[in-house]
């Protein structure tokens, strides 16, 4: 009988607690950090940080966008701010594109330093490309085919409302709109819910199954889906109990990130007055080099932050990684063979039924 998704919680504990701390290991720990946060592990714990949304420039009354960009920018040709913007933006994408690309490789290389109790980042880098590079592929398309959906279940509605004429006026079809609107919502949130467990089932079963074999997603999705009729109980619990545990280290993650960010913003805050009245006095004024100091200063600023924060979700990292596969071993061979390797001299037991694929040359 394979281990349940709540006994896997105690194994997942005892492995961070051997890997992290028996012994604590400083160039491991700060390793594990810089792979989790690429490999987005802190997620799964909860470890999004939101930023307050209320910031606004001041604008005087009457004043349009002109007239702020003026204020704001007044030596700075108009022309050569929107070619700034565009350049920005089409950086902006490259840069997600790559760190996409780099996000799908370190999440193999995550799963290596658990399996192995060992972070090794440039021999990792190395083997794993090719994995990574299909689960980036997959990322890609998942994202466009998601992207797709949303259009559809926001675009139908909403042509079927104005083919009807309820936009035209719409205080007269008050009650219509309320409905469709509540029923678009609800759609959304169940898409949106749905898309989220396929991308963590793949994260965790579908991940090991291309790195121990050499596999597609596709191939390992078509593997995992009977394993998953066969146990519907199992694995509904072990997404339960990884919500659960989640919100819980979310909680931890989230208020140490806060007090993290209030101690973090106060240096950070007093660099950029220091800077602006240094500029003013220097006679500085905002051009294409000032915008673009600015912007890779604050990027630089975000980035030592985030890895701050990660190197303190260090177990957080760690545990979710650890109670995937240890919920996984029982029901994957290979997995578990890897995890618990039979002695040397010792073949291990045939599984009835049991075809091992070969990994490729």
């Given at each position: 009988?394979?281990?349940?998704?709540?006994?896997?919680?105690?194994?997942?504990?005892?492995?961070?607690?051997?890997?992290?701390?028996?012994?604590?290991?400083?160039?491991?720990?700060?390793?594990?950090?810089?792979?989790?946060?690429?490999?987005?592990?802190?997620?799964?714990?909860?470890?999004?940080?939101?930023?307050?949304?209320?910031?606004?420039?001041?604008?005087?009354?009457?004043?349009?966008?002109?007239?702020?960009?003026?204020?704001?920018?007044?030596?700075?040709?108009?022309?050569?701010?929107?070619?700034?913007?565009?350049?920005?933006?089409?950086?902006?994408?490259?840069?997600?594109?790559?760190?996409m690309?780099?996000s799908?490789?370190?999440?193999?290389?995550?799963?290596?330093?658990i399996?192995?109790?060992?972070?090794r980042?440039?021999?990792?880098?190395?083997?794993?490309?090719?994995?990574?590079?299909?689960?980036?592929?997959?990322?890609?398309?998942?994202?466009?085919?998601?992207?797709?959906?949303?259009?559809?279940?926001?675009?139908?509605?909403?042509?079927?409302?104005?083919?009807?004429?309820?936009?035209?006026?719409?205080?007269?079809?008050?009650?219509?709109?309320?409905?469709?609107?509540?029923?678009?919502?609800?759609?959304?949130?169940?898409?949106?819910?749905?898309?989220?467990?396929?991308?963590?089932?793949?994260?965790?079963?579908?991940?090991?199954?291309?790195?121990?074999?050499?596999?597609?997603?596709?191939?390992?999705?078509?593997?995992?889906?009977?394993?998953?009729?066969?146990?519907?109980?199992?694995?509904?619990?072990?997404?339960?109990?990884?919500?659960?545990?989640a919100?819980?280290?979310?909680?931890?993650?989230?208020?140490?990130?806060?007090?993290?960010?209030?101690?973090?913003?106060?240096?950070?805050?007093?660099?950029?007055?220091?800077?602006?009245?240094?500029?003013?006095?220097?006679?500085?004024?905002?051009?294409?080099?000032?915008i673009?100091?600015?912007?890779?200063?604050?990027?630089?600023?975000?980035?030592?932050?985030?890895?701050?924060?990660?190197?303190?979700a260090?177990?957080?990292?760690?545990?979710?990684?650890?109670?995937?596969?240890?919920?996984?071993?029982?029901?994957?061979?290979?997995?578990?063979?890897a995890l618990?390797?039979?002695?040397?001299?010792?073949?291990?037991?045939?599984?009835?039924?049991?075809?091992?694929?070969?990994?490729?040359?």
């Amino acid at each position: 009988m394979p281990i349940s998704a709540v006994d896997t919680i105690n194994l997942a504990f005892q492995h961070t607690k051997r890997q992290l701390f028996q012994p604590f290991r400083f160039w491991q720990w700060t390793r594990l950090a810089i792979v989790g946060l690429l490999a987005g592990e802190m997620g799964s714990g909860g470890g999004n940080i939101n930023f307050p949304s209320g910031f606004n420039f001041p604008q005087k009354a009457g004043g349009g966008s002109q007239h702020l960009l003026a204020q704001n920018f007044p030596h700075l040709d108009p022309a050569i701010l929107g070619g700034l913007i565009a350049v920005l933006a089409i950086t902006g994408l490259v840069f997600i594109i790559v760190l996409m690309y780099i996000s799908s490789v370190m999440r193999f290389i995550l799963f290596d330093s658990i399996l192995a109790k060992e972070c090794r980042i440039r021999a990792g880098w190395s083997r794993r490309q090719g994995p990574g590079w299909r689960y980036f592929l997959w990322h890609l398309g998942f994202m466009f085919v998601s992207l797709a959906c949303m259009a559809v279940l926001v675009g139908v509605p909403a042509l079927i409302a104005f083919a009807r004429g309820w936009f035209s006026a719409p205080r007269q079809h008050l009650a219509p709109l309320i409905v469709l609107g509540i029923f678009v919502f609800l759609l959304v949130v169940i898409f949106g819910i749905a898309a989220a467990i396929v991308q963590v089932l793949t994260k965790d079963f579908v991940v090991p199954q291309m790195a121990l074999e050499g596999i597609g997603p596709i191939e390992g999705w078509r593997r995992l889906w009977p394993m998953m009729q066969g146990e519907a109980g199992g694995y509904a619990v072990y997404i339960g109990m990884k919500i659960v545990l989640a919100i819980g280290a979310g909680i931890v993650v989230g208020i140490t990130s806060l007090i993290l960010a209030l101690i973090f913003a106060v240096p950070v805050i007093g660099v950029i007055v220091a800077a602006v009245f240094a500029g003013k006095a220097a006679g500085v004024t905002w051009n294409v080099f000032t915008i673009t100091a600015a912007i890779v200063a604050g990027c630089i600023a975000f980035f030592v932050f985030f890895y701050i924060i990660a190197l303190i979700a260090v177990p957080v990292i760690v545990f979710f990684p650890a109670y995937s596969i240890y919920f996984f071993a029982p029901r994957y061979r290979p997995l578990s063979l890897a995890l618990y390797p039979p002695p040397p001299g010792t073949l291990p037991p045939i599984e009835p039924g049991w075809t091992p694929t070969p990994q490729p040359a």
